[in-house]
């Protein structure tokens, strides 16, 4: 049995973790809004259309922000489109999916959606074919107090009060040449530029959030952050990094060592972030934005029925459906999240329903994913400051990933309360040790754990409990430390008391 000890100090804190790190993304695509948070003809639903059983369990994700309505949708998507009555909205054939839009849900009914759900709302304008100046009316419509054309617009549709919408990307994935739209990074930053100086006309209390490079394995990654950033000076508040993984010919330890991956992705978008803010000599930086991000690659076949509408209403897009191995990496990403809680400020998985989701739906009820879990452990114990964590135990050589060790850790202190995040990426169980240096622990541990009976287990229609958490005991208190055993393949949250 490998043994590791996690070395932790009250006082070597990394920065408050912000809550937004724990968003969603709800995109028109697939079966995401329409048969999934949506869908009027479902013996689920209620009054306004929205699937109950749907929102009951999006509610233990403790979500604190959601992106709509796209995602590559939103390079070809006119809000216009999307507001007044039903009954005289365009239905239309959207290009991102080759998918039929009915513009049934749009602005006002997701802005409904997330407030009664607590989530921020985070819109993502039209940079692709959309012009800079549909932007800027779009911050009136949602922003703007009546009195004005496109406020008074809100007004007649049913909404006098402003919707306040304070996150707004600048365009979505502009670098890449899938994308409607696409331009170079010097056209995108004078076109991102222009947008958001109107924006910020209209709102000044407004967040933009530039397009940073979508995928680290782009040619233009990190050069195409840096030009955007020069150009758009201060007007950018955060710049955005995308990341899907998945595992091909690759081992489940190469797999699992992802992690390695994000956390250097993070740091060498900062280091752009920071070169832009020293070069232009400025005390304003533009802070990490992680708006896409998730495990994605069995439905991951460009050009297939998994990616092409066909011209159909709610088509079953990328509908993933993930095993153990894919949650213990999404507790991957999460630990990277809280460990560079400095510089990364909002993170938000895609997506929330039946794409690529935590959340799988049909008309007689939905099934909660394995990923589902390692977010909401995480969620629900978000609140404080992240504590850098030096771990000292067995490590493995990952062929693709490097130096990994087997037990991938995270922090949070609040007050008196110690949240501890630990993955055991190894096939056999592992000892664990905390050391807490200035600090002694007491009693009152409240700690659960995500496993299953192998790495390919996964949540199905028929057996729905394989992958699910459950109390966890194998954990004891030894003289002022905490040891516990962590299973094979497995991931623990733990919540534990200070003196």
């Known amino acids: 049995m490998s043994k590791t000890t996690v070395y932790l100090h009250t006082e070597f804190s990394i920065g408050d973790v912000d809550p937004r790190i724990f968003g969603g993304f709800l995109e028109h695509m697939g079966r995401a809004v329409y048969e ?24 233990g994700l403790h979500m604190s922000q959601v992106r709509y309505p796209g995602g590559n949708f ?32 749009g602005t006002d009914e997701f802005v409904s959606l997330a407030n009664r759900m607590g989530w921020e709302p985070m819109l993502s304008a039209n940079l692709g074919t959309g012009t800079p100046e549909e932007a800027r009316n779009w911050v009136e419509y949602c922003n703007s107090p009546e009195g004005t054309l496109y406020a008074d617009k809100r007004v007649a549709n049913g909404n006098r009060e402003p919707h306040d919408v304070k996150l707004w990307c600048l365009g979505n994935e502009m670098d890449g040449p899938w994308q409607l739209g696409h331009v170079p990074a010097a056209q ?3 076109r991102a530029q222009q947008a958001g100086k109107m924006m910020k006309d209209v709102d000044p209390s407004i967040e933009l959030i530039l397009c940073g490079t979508s995928n680290p394995l782009l ?40 992690p390695n991956s994000i956390d250097q992705q993070i740091e060498e978008v900062d280091a752009a972030c920071r070169f832009v803010q020293g070069k232009r000599k400025s005390k304003k930086r533009a802070w990490l934005c992680f708006d896409e ?14 990616m092409q509408g066909g011209g159909r209403f709610a088509p079953p897009l990328i509908e993933e459906v993930y095993d153990l191995r894919d949650a213990l990496v999404v507790s991957g990403f999460l630990h990277s999240f809280v460990r560079h809680a400095d510089v990364l400020k909002i993170a938000n998985i895609a997506q929330i329903v039946n794409v690529i989701a935590p959340i799988l739906t049909r008309d007689d009820g939905l099934l909660v994913q394995s990923i589902y879990w390692p977010f909401a452990m995480f969620a629900k114990r978000r609140k404080g400051v992240s ?4 771990v000292r135990g067995t490590r493995y050589d990952s062929q693709r990933y490097g130096d990994t060790d087997v037990i991938d850790s995270s922090a949070i202190l609040d007050g008196d309360t ?58 004891r208190l030894e003289e002022g430390r905490v040891e ?13 008391a200070l003196e």
């Open 293 to 306: 991000w998730n495990v994605w690659y069995k439905t991951m076949k460009f050009g297939s029925e998994h």
């Open 188 to 190: 995108y930053a004078i």
């Open 484 to 496: 516990m055993e962590l299973p094979p393949y497995s991931f623990v949250a733990a919540s534990l």
């Open 74 to 105: 939103a390079s070809g998507y006119h809000w216009e489109d999307g507001i007044g009555p039903r009954d005289s909205r365009p239905t239309v054939r959207e290009l991102a999916w080759q998918s039929i839009e009915p513009n049934s849900v």
């Open 219 to 258: 040619g233009t990654y990190l050069e195409w952050d840096r030009e955007a950033l020069e150009y758009l000076g201060g007007l950018a508040d955060y710049v955005s990094l995308h990341r899907y993984v998945g595992i091909g010919e690759e081992s489940t330890e190469d797999f699992l060592a992802i």
């Open 36 to 59: 999934g948070v949506y869908q009027p003809d479902s013996p689920h639903a209620d009054a306004d259309g929205w699937r109950t059983d749907v929102l009951d369990a999006l509610r």
């Open 418 to 475: 110690l949240s501890v995040f630990l993955t055991n990426r190894g096939e056999s169980p592992a000892r664990v040790s905390l050391d807490l240096a200035d600090r002694k622990f007491q009693g009152g541990v409240e700690a659960e754990c995500l496993t299953g009976p192998d790495p390919l287990a996964a949540n199905s229609w028929e057996n729905p409990s394989v992958i699910v958490p459950q109390g966890f005991s194998a954990i």
């Open 387 to 390: 504590l850098a964590t030096q």
